[in-house]
């Protein structure tokens, strides 16, 4: 075997004569942008794979990663290097550090699975092949356009990423593993589902983030399980794309908010169980419920305002929700959800139901005019939404965990708290430029609120 010495210096001179020989590439072919990034992507992949043979401990892969985090950056940030190799990493147009995170997500998938190589290179195999090759597809026989966050994805690239991200999972599991058949069968299935989805919601670059973290934690647990738990988790993930995908027409969520709804409801089904389920999907339901629809009465900058409105009743409603508008509704659950799964406390579902109300609550109060908002009729709604929010989540967990009276009044103050700040604060929320600090300032109220319930654990 060779030294740590020698192995870095091997990957950094084959790093430095992939990005040069590119730029020759470019130069002589003009090939598309996207072609010469995913040059560079796949073999880079492909030599990462060989690190747990060239090296026995994370050190010498980290420092790797500083170097090549450092050169990436130069050469994006250094004029007289990004005229001369820029093009190579930002041909796109895209406002993107996928270049960054692809580094940084392989030196600490090293760390977390540098003993096991199995669980290092599926993810690895992954990213590198399921990802560039379906991108390249999409690029050049993409026609189903589906919405995301920075524009659109097709169907037709998501669907090569389920293929392959497949075969990087069921063929070494088959011939590299003791893995039943059966077992890795449905394991293909499951994470190529789910990885799927993590890449359709990824934005600026972090699929190359989500795809090796996100596989690897997938791959551990599901390697645990038997068949009947398998096929139970392949059956509630393909229900809940089915469901999601026949309710999208009466949501404001766009295709990838959708799926990264689909990706929350899982992990909250698969962590917790259905009782943990429950509360998501009755947000998910009821919230358009909360919503308000056409009025003849609103003025124009009402509907500025309220962007989701249909042009009239005949109509559905305006998809402009996106992948931040789930996460923040999802927010406090998903704090509650990750300290169950640690800690496996199932009361921490008091606290995790408080911050779907809350959250609920507020969908119904961001629909209140501009022009009325502080009209003593608005307050009533106000208290309304807070009302409705309240009963659509706590009568089930009163049936559900026999929550006491008292115990469910005080979540009622929770969902209060959250409501009320939320209508004090959305004149001065509406007014920012974009919709970033709305949506902090959503799930930041949610969350505290949530809090709340630590009171009776």
Sequence with gaps: MVSAAEGMLLILAILGGLIVGLKQIQRRFSPHPEIVRKLLH???GLVTLSFPWLFDDPLPVVLLTAIAIATLLAIR?????????????GGVERRSLGEVYFPAA????????HQEPLLYCIPILMLTLADALAALIGV????????????QKSAEGSIAFFTLAFFSVHVPLLLLSEVGRAETLLISVILGLLVMLLEAIAWRGLDNFF??????LLLRTHLEMDVPAL????????ALVIFTLTWR????????????????????????????????????????LLMRRVDPKLEERDRQSMPWLPADETCGWVRVHNIYAVMSVVAAGALWLFLFGIWERSNLLYPYTIGFAASLAIIGIAGLPPTAYWLPAQIGRVILYIGKSWLLLFVPLLAIERTSIPVSLLGLLGIAIAGITYYLTQPWLRSRPTDRWNWIGRAAFATVASCLGLLVL
């Design 42 to 44: 796949i073999p880079m």
């Design 77 to 89: 940030l250094y004029a007289p290097l990004r005229n001369e190799f820029g093009s190579v990493l």
């Design 106 to 113: 392989i030196a600490l998938l090293f760390c977390l699975a």
């Design 140 to 151: 050049r026989y993409g026609t189903v356009r589906y919405e995301t966050l920075e524009g």
């Design 211 to 216: 795809i090796p973290l996100g596989g690897y």
């Design 231 to 238: 096929l139970t988790r392949l059956v509630i993930t393909i």
């Design 249 to 288: 027409r009466r949501t404001t969520l766009n295709d990838s908010a959708l799926m990264g709804a689909t990706l929350f409801g899982y992990l909250s089904w698969s962590i917790g169980g259905w009782q943990w389920l429950l509360s998501p999907l009755t947000v998910f339901l009821c919230y358009p």
